[in-house]
Nanobody, 125 residues
Framework: VQLQASGGGLVQAGGSLRLSCAAS????????MGWIRQAPGKEREFVAA????????AYADSVKGRFTISKDTAKRTVYLQMSRLNTEDTAVYYC???????????????????WGQGTQVTVSS
């Protein structure tokens, strides 16, 4: 599975961005798709996840109510709609796929086997 993330950029605090993650190759039927971010000087952290087959979604507490993860299975694309952005959201955002995993593993970064290249999101004050 190859993943291509896009949509990052520079935005003012309070603004919005939508990230996209296009998947190619492989099968995603049993996959859980996640967004993980890494801020400067910090470790990667879980942001959100969605089950490719089914409606399960999950969010980190820090983004709950502001970010929405969604998918378009026909386009093999996962989205992360980010609203009310603040400077603490500044990070490189990665999309990742957890193949054959179980839902309770979604916050375990190391469980994700496939990663996109990352897209930079910078929020200015």
């Amino acid at each position: 599975v190859q993943l291509q993330a896009s949509g990052g950029g520079l935005v003012q605090a309070g603004g919005s961005l939508r990230l996209s993650c296009a998947a190619s190759g492989g099968t995603l039927t049993s996959a859980i798709m996640g967004w993980i971010r890494q801020a400067p000087g910090k470790e990667r952290e879980f942001v959100a996840a969605i089950r490719w087959s089914g409606g399960n979604q999950a969010y980190a507490d820090s983004v709950k109510g502001r970010f929405t993860i969604s998918k378009d299975t026909a386009k093999r694309t996962v989205y992360l709609q980010m609203s009310r952005l603040n400077t603490e959201d500044t990070a490189v955002y990665y999309c990742a796929a957890l193949q054959g995993g179980i839902w309770s593993e979604i916050r375990s970064i190391k469980k994700y086997q496939y990663w996109g290249q990352g897209t930079q999101v910078t929020v200015s004050s």
